[in-house]
C-alpha cells in the first residue's frame, strides 16, 4: 500500500496582451452573443485575480492518495468501503470528495480534501497528519492490511 497527501500547485498563467479574453454579452432583447476582448490595461488585473484566485484554492486543497495492490485489496467494494471510512474520519473536520478508481492491477483511492477546517478555519496540520496516518492503519488493518509507517508529501500541478 502507498499513502500520498498532494499540495495542489499552480501554475502560474503567461499574459498575453494580443490574446483575447473571452466574454458573453447580452443585447437589448436577452440575446447572447460572444465578445473578444484585446484590451492590455482590461487583460493585465484580470489575468493576475485569475492567478490569485487559483493559487488561494490550492493552498486550500489537498489531495489524499491510497494505492492497494490486487494481492492486498481483491475487491472493489472493499477498497470503497475503505476510502468512505477514511473520507468519514476527515470529513469530521474538513470537507472531502472520494473516488475509487482501478488501475491495471491496483486500486487507487482518491480523497480531496478542503485543507481549511470548517470547525475552526485552521489548515490542515501536522498533528491532523499524524492522526490521519493512525486511522488509516486502525483501518486497513481490520481488513487484513499491513499499517503504513509515512504519508508520503508531494504536489500536484494544474
Known amino acids: 500500500?502507498?499513502?500520498?497527501?498532494?499540495?495542489?500547485?499552480?501554475?502560474?498563467?503567461?499574459f498575453?496582451?494580443?490574446?483575447?479574453?473571452?466574454?458573453?454579452?447580452?443585447?437589448?432583447?436577452?440575446?447572447e452573443y460572444d465578445i473578444e476582448i484585446i484590451d492590455e490595461e482590461f487583460a493585465k488585473p484580470s489575468n493576475a485575480i485569475d492567478n490569485f484566485f487559483?493559487?488561494?484554492?490550492?493552498?486550500?486543497?489537498?489531495?489524499?492518495?491510497i494505492c492497494f495492490d490486487r494481492e492486498?485489496?481483491?475487491?472493489?467494494?472493499i477498497?470503497?468501503?475503505?476510502?468512505?471510512s477514511i473520507a468519514a474520519y476527515?470529513?469530521?473536520?474538513?470537507?472531502t470528495t472520494t473516488s475509487v478508481k482501478i488501475k491495471d492491477n491496483s486500486f487507487e483511492i482518491n480523497i480531496g480534501i478542503c485543507a481549511r477546517s470548517v470547525i475552526d478555519g485552521h489548515a490542515f496540520s501536522n498533528e491532523d497528519l499524524?492522526?490521519?496516518r493512525e486511522y488509516i492503519n486502525q483501518t486497513v488493518?481490520?481488513?487484513?492490511?499491513?499499517?503504513?509507517?509515512?504519508?508520503e508529501e508531494g504536489y500536484i500541478e494544474f
Do not use: C, F, W
Open 1 to 14: 500500500m502507498r499513502v500520498q497527501l498532494l499540495q495542489y500547485k499552480v501554475k502560474e498563467k503567461d
Open 90 to 95: 476527515i470529513n469530521e473536520k474538513h470537507q
Open 16 to 31: 498575453d496582451p494580443q490574446m483575447p479574453i473571452q466574454a458573453v454579452g447580452k443585447d437589448e432583447n436577452g440575446e
Open 72 to 77: 492486498e485489496v481483491s475487491k472493489s467494494l
Open 141 to 151: 488493518m481490520r481488513y487484513g492490511i499491513d499499517p503504513i509507517t509515512d504519508i
Open 54 to 65: 487559483a493559487e488561494a484554492a490550492a493552498k486550500d486543497s489537498k489531495r489524499l492518495v
Open 130 to 132: 499524524d492522526k490521519l
Open 79 to 84: 477498497a470503497r468501503r475503505i476510502g468512505e
